[in-house]
Structure formats: structure tokens, C-alpha cells
């Protein structure tokens, strides 16, 4: 900018002496080189990129990646469902004007799957439950899961199978995220290279701390048998081996029955269920009130960082208050 305004003093001095035909032709030169400089800088010097993320804990994980270069943009709201969130204006705003977008994919943030189509962010599109090297889990089928399951076997998903989305419950599959995306954006931001790939070292290292952290924390209640309200802890639960045997609910939008809940019920006596867990975004006294006089302890877990702050280290303090939580239910 200095160099353009420079050139544009230097032009005007000029300008004074030579008649108003010259000038008129020099004053469109002019223009002309300006336009051509400020297109140059434009498509070959470095802007902070613009990336949106859609759920807070992938959001923090790229706020490593990126932390001292950029800050990503969040899409979803705090306490919303990625299952039934309703696409506000203003954030589809943020969407349109990021140049990268990085979501989980199709399964989990119905949101998104409509204007994925329409926009083309220019450093590209990421889904995670895409690449190379995650870990994706089938999602488990039926209301109680198969008794006597080896939770140290680990499964996979194949292509027949629908996936289950929340892969960032895993700690593995946080450390190729970060991977990944410090990849992807030193080949489209080479400038900052080697900041991306130091922030992702040290991201790896913490997470690599959090692994052992959550693995000392849980030991001592791995065979404690438990109850989900919605099946979204598979990932953490084979990760830490513990002991989750059913769901509450298949569609946690829609309304337990009468014959489900006897089947939850049933479950909870012939497997000595003393906790089951419900997330953030689901009623208290829904769950409460299915489950009255069961003698159960009902704890929240919150998997997308609701109550936590935004940041680079939310995702540590989500997967740790989960871990606490169950913890100290099954402890009792």
C-alpha cells in the first residue's frame, strides 16, 4: 500500500507539466497500474485464513493447529444439536466467507449437508470421518448391545455399515486430526509451515498426556455397567475399555414408549445399572422421569463442550470432565 501511494505522488508531480490530453492519458495509466499491482497482491501475498469449523471441540483442536497464526471460526451454538440445528443467516454468512471449512461429516451435522453442496471455500473442504488414518466405529444397533463384548477388540467400520459420527471422542483420532489439518494447511499456507507444525507437535503431546491422564482416572471403574440416554460414547468407551451396555433411546429426538422403557427397565435390573448418563442438550426431566423410582443415578456428560469455554485447550477440558463425571457415578 506505501508503494502505490508512492507511485501516485511521483505520478501527480509529473502531471503538472504536461497539457490535459497527457494528463488524462497518464491519470488512466495510472489507474491502471494501481489496479494491476493491487490484483497482484491480492492473489500472491498472505492473508490469515478464514476457517470455519462446526462443533467446539474440533473447533479447539484447529485453534491449536492455528494457534499465534489465525482463530477459526464456530459454527454451531453452544447447547444445540448438530442433529437438528436450523442454519441461522448469519452463520451461513460465516460459511460462505471462510476459505476452508472443516466439518465431521454427513452423518452427524445434518445442518451442513445442504450448503456443503452450493459452497467452494478456496483452500477446500474438509471431513473428518474422510481421512486418512481416522478410526470410524459401525453404529451400534438395538437398545441393549451384545452381552460379553471384549471391549479391548477393536472394530471398525466397514462400508455397509453406518458410521457412528462422533469420532472425536477418541483421543487417537484427535491426534490425526491435528495431523491432518497441520498438513493440509502448510500446503496451502507454506509461509506459516513451520508454525503449524510446531503447534501440532505440541498439541500431539498434550494429547498423547490426556490419553494417560484419562486411562489412570478410569481403571478402577471399567467393568461398572452403564446406560447412555443417546449412544454417543462409543468411541470414548472403547477407548478407556469401559463398560457401557445399552441406550435408552434410539432417536434421542423422539419419545421413549411405553414398551421401550420396559425394556430399559428390565435392563437396568438383570445388569445392576446404577448410573446412566444424559448430554447437555437433552432434558433433565425428560430422562428423570423415565427412569423414576429405578434407583439410578442420572450424571451429564457434555461431548460438544457446551459449558466450556471456546478455545484451544476445550477439547482437554471436555474429554476430562467426562471422564470425571464417570468417574464419580461409577464409583458409587
Not at 57 to 75: M, Q, R, T
Not at 79 to 105: E, F
Request: proline share 5%.
Amino acid at each position: 500500500m506505501v508503494g502505490l501511494i508512492t507511485f501516485t505522488v511521483v505520478m501527480d508531480m509529473v502531471d503538472s507539466s504536461i497539457t490535459l490530453t497527457e494528463r488524462l492519458w497518464n491519470h488512466m495509466h495510472k489507474r491502471l497500474i494501481q489496479a494491476l499491482l493491487l490484483f497482484f497482491c491480492t492473489t500472491t501475498c498472505f492473508a490469515i485464513p478464514r476457517v470455519a469449523v462446526t462443533i467446539k471441540p474440533v473447533h479447539a483442536l484447529v485453534a491449536s493447529v492455528g494457534e499465534g497464526i489465525f482463530e477459526p471460526e464456530l459454527l454451531l451454538p453452544d447447547y444445540a444439536s448438530p442433529h437438528t440445528y436450523q442454519l441461522k443467516p448469519s452463520t451461513l454468512k460465516t460459511l460462505q466467507q471462510a476459505d476452508m471449512v472443516i466439518w465431521v461429516g454427513p452423518a452427524l451435522e445434518l445442518f451442513m449437508n445442504k450448503p456443503i453442496a452450493q459452497i467452494h471455500p478456496s483452500m477446500g473442504l474438509i471431513t473428518l470421518s474422510q481421512i486418512p488414518g481416522i478410526s470410524l466405529l459401525p453404529q451400534r444397533k438395538g437398545r441393549a448391545w451384545q452381552e460379553g463384548h471384549d471391549h479391548h477388540e477393536h472394530h471398525s467400520a466397514n462400508e455397509k455399515d453406518l458410521i457412528d459420527p462422533h469420532l472425536w471422542l477418541s483421543t487417537d483420532n484427535a491426534k490425526v486430526i491435528v495431523n491432518y489439518i497441520a498438513t493440509f494447511l502448510s500446503t496451502k499456507d507454506p509461509e506459516h509451515a513451520l508454525q503449524y507444525q510446531h503447534n501440532a507437535k505440541q498439541t500431539i503431546e498434550r494429547l498423547d498426556g490426556l490419553k494417560k491422564t484419562l486411562r489412570s482416572m478410569l481403571q478402577d471403574v471399567q467393568t461398572q455397567p452403564f446406560l447412555v440416554y443417546h449412544d454417543g460414547y462409543q468411541y470414548f468407551q472403547e477407548e478407556f475399555h469401559l463398560n457401557g451396555i445399552g441406550t435408552i433411546v434410539l432417536n434421542p429426538h423422539l419419545p421413549l414408549s411405553a414398551h421401550s422403557l420396559s425394556t430399559v427397565q428390565q435392563l437396568i435390573k438383570t445388569q445392576h445399572v446404577k448410573c446412566v448418563f444424559r448430554e447437555t442438550e437433552f432434558s433433565d426431566t425428560m430422562v428423570r422421569n423415565s427412569l423414576n423410582n429405578m434407583g439410578v443415578t442420572v450424571a451429564e456428560l457434555d461431548p460438544l463442550g457446551a459449558r466450556l469455554k471456546s478455545g484451544p485447550d476445550n477439547y482437554d477440558k471436555t474429554l476430562l470432565e467426562i471422564g470425571k463425571t464417570m468417574k464419580e457415578c461409577l464409583s458409587k
